[in-house]
């Protein structure tokens, strides 16, 4: 068998396991997993929201000065 007989097998078992994967990763059945448990998200909207307002204050101040 030539080296690129062999070559051609290859890459062509390699495209089959590549397309394998990314037919499993676009049509399998999978959901997105949430970052945050659904009690530390109130923490940090109440962070957001303290980070927003201290934004608002120190973009007063910048205005003001």
Do not use: C, K, N
């Not at 994967?21 to 957001?48: H, K, M, N, T």
């Amino acid at each position: 068998m030539a080296a690129t007989t062999f070559t051609s097998i290859v890459l062509v078992a390699f495209a089959l396991v590549v397309l394998t994967i990314a037919s499993y990763a676009w049509f399998g059945d999978w959901e997105p997993q949430p970052r945050r448990l659904p009690a530390d998200e109130e923490r940090a909207r109440a962070e957001v929201e303290a980070f927003r307002r201290a934004i608002e204050s120190y973009e007063r101040d910048q205005q003001q000065g």
